[in-house]
């Protein structure tokens, strides 16, 4: 059996990697240190004899015995409230965190796969973004302790791969939504689904014309596996295509749930990027992935 490490691995995505690999037949190590990660997310896997779980810091040295295959770098408050209010934490895990995790890697002599961001595009000034795209962060910004310890994940990974010959995996991932986000994780999907079914609300930021595309999350998970099964080093775009208006977004999430509540227009936070949309060419060539789940099917499982 193949044995791999999901770093972050009760959060929202890292949760669902390990349902998708123990389904494989591997053996699973999960790591979290549980401050934006829940029990809750993996606690039906506890039973399964291929599940460990260490309850650990991974900007501490990490410790795993035995042999390990492949690791996942998926620890990270990734809202904006949560890095808003963990803005150190996100840094030293993003940085620190990663450098433990390259460590192990090399150590173990594993191929690894970290979790990059669109977020690293900034307020992009190309649109739709490619990935030959160096984005528009402002590193001193509200942001920026999330979008610059990305880039420096990217940096050193590359740096891993080129300097120490690690087998390394580079994914860009875009909005995400689906079962087990975190309904006061303050992202715009559960806050809008929250708000509706309370007939609160619907607290749209600026006039709701910034734009962002959503994956449903199976979609998401299955383009990771492709990614670290393929032999592409560079990093590689992952999300839905299909933008929207937050706008339109609220005022689907309001029809789907049947609810009373009324937008609200608060203002916008500082840094909010304009526009979000991902060029999946690549992913498309080098995976031959694409996302199948539409928004409104997604929707409704949520
Ligand atoms: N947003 C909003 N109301 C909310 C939460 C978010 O209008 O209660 C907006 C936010 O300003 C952004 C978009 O929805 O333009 C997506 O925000 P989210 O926090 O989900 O993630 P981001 O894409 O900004 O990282």
């Known amino acids: 059996m193949r044995r791999i490490v999901i770093a972050g691995g009760a ?10 690999f123990l389904g494989k037949n591997f053996k699973v190590v999960c790591i979290d240190n549980l401050i934006t990660g829940s029990i809750q997310n993996i606690e039906h896997l506890f039973p399964n004899e291929h599940f460990e779980f260490y309850h650990h810091d991974v ?7 035995g042999e390990v295959d492949y690791i996942m770098n998926f620890a990270s408050p990734a809202s904006p409230i949560d890095y808003l209010k963990m803005p150190i934490q996100t840094l030293k895990v993003g940085s620190l ?3 433990n995790l390259l460590g192990l890697a090399k150590a173990k002599n594993a191929r690894i796969l970290l979790a990059s961001t669109s977020e690293i595009y900034g307020d992009p000034l190309e649109h739709p973004q490619r990935e030959e795209y160096w984005g528009n962060v402002n590193p001193i910004g509200p942001r920026g302790v999330y979008d610059e310890a990305k880039r420096f994940l990217e ?6 791969h080129t300097f120490h010959g690690v087998e390394t995996r580079i994914v860009r991932i875009f909005n995400t939504y689906g ?12 806050t809008f689904m929250s708000q509706a079914l309370k ?3 619907i607290t749209v930021f600026g006039d709701g014309s910034q734009t962002r595309s959503f994956c449903y999350v199976d979609d998401l998970i299955n383009g990771i596996y492709k990614l670290l099964m393929s032999d592409y080093v560079y990093p590689v775009n992952i999300g839905n295509p299909v933008e929207i208006t937050i706008k339109d977004f ?7 749930t049947g609810s009373k509540s009324k937008l609200a227009f608060v203002d916008l936070p500082k840094d909010d990027p304009k526009v979000r949309q991902p060029d999946i060419s690549k992913a498309k060539q080098i995976l031959g992935w694409e996302p199948k789940v539409s928004r409104s099917e997604g929707l409704k499982i949520t």
Request: charged content about 25%; aromatic content about 6%; hydrophobic content about 40%.
């Open 59 to 65: 900007t501490k040295f990490i410790h795993v015995t």
């Open 250 to 256: 609220a005022e689907e999430v309001v029809e789907l």
């Open 199 to 201: 007939g609160e609300d």
């Open 179 to 190: 079962p087990r986000m975190r309904l006061d994780d303050g992202r715009a999907l559960p």
């Open 11 to 20: 959060g929202f995505l890292g949760s669902h990697l390990c349902d998708l």
């Open 97 to 99: 965190g990663t450098h």
């Open 155 to 160: 940096a050193i990974t590359m740096a891993y």
